[in-house]
């Protein structure tokens, strides 16, 4: 089952602005983690958070994390055109198994 | 290090078939996790095998089942093929099953898309 919803499920951007995506989830987390498709392929990893960071950079990504409001958001800074894809949120819960519960997804589009 | 590969990409079947899709992780991986990606369903987990253990399974029916083999490499399997089962099968590996606290990461294979006719 899905663990909860990405917002907005589409976003179209003109290149060079910046892009953000929200998740929210139902459970208690252990870490939460982005993930990037293109074109249903396979899944990229982005970025990982833990349950007691707020928030974590990676180059253009900047990742938040608010436990008390199970939430999360990625920004994607100075976007392009190869930035184009799918991105997905996934928590991992623990429990004595590494499965990933993933959101539905946002759809994100940069126009050149 | 060559990434994870599935096999095979695409795969065409009627229904009442059965299936076996394979998975080689990344060479030194011990964690194998399986996904079903539909459109109206999303990304669900199917199973994860560790050390050549089933750790967890997903909510699917018995028709689905996999194993995994002493050199880490898995396969899945689905039998009496259905048209719902019609999806991308993804395939991802870590090197401890996420470690002491998972935070490890996956990484994907490409997928093998299935249709079911």
């Known amino acids: 089952s899905q663990q909860g919803e990405e917002d907005p499920q589409a976003l179209s951007i003109q290149e060079g602005e910046n892009a953000t995506m929200n998740c929210s989830y139902k459970t208690s987390i252990n870490n939460l983690q982005w993930y990037r498709q293109n074109s249903g392929r396979g899944l990229v990893h982005l970025i990982l958070?833990?349950?007691?960071?707020r928030e974590k950079h990676s180059g253009r990504l900047r990742v938040t994390l608010d436990t008390s409001k199970k939430s999360s958001s990625l920004l994607i800074t100075a976007s392009r055109a190869a930035d184009t894809a799918s991105y997905f949120c996934a928590t991992v819960s623990g429990a004595g198994s590494y499965q990933l519960t993933f959101g539905k997804g946002t759809k994100l589009s940069v126009i050149p | 290090k060559a990434g994870v590969t599935q096999t095979p990409r695409y795969l065409i079947k009627t229904r009442g078939q059965q299936v076996t899709l394979s998975c080689s992780p990344i060479s030194g991986h011990r964690s194998v996790s399986w996904y079903q990606q539909t459109p109206g369903q999303g990304l669900q987990f199917l199973f994860e095998?560790?050390?050549?253990?089933?750790?967890n399974k997903g909510n699917f029916p018995g028709r689905f089942s996999g194993r995994q083999f002493s050199n880490s490499r898995s396969e899945m399997n689905v039998s009496t093929l259905e048209l719902g089962d019609s999806a991308l099968y993804l395939c991802a590996s870590s090197l401890n099953g996420g470690g002491a606290d998972y935070q490890e990461t996956q990484y994907f294979g490409p997928g093998t898309r299935l249709l079911v006719l």
């Open positions: 095998y560790f050390s050549e253990t089933q750790r």
């Open positions: 958070i833990r349950s007691n960071e």
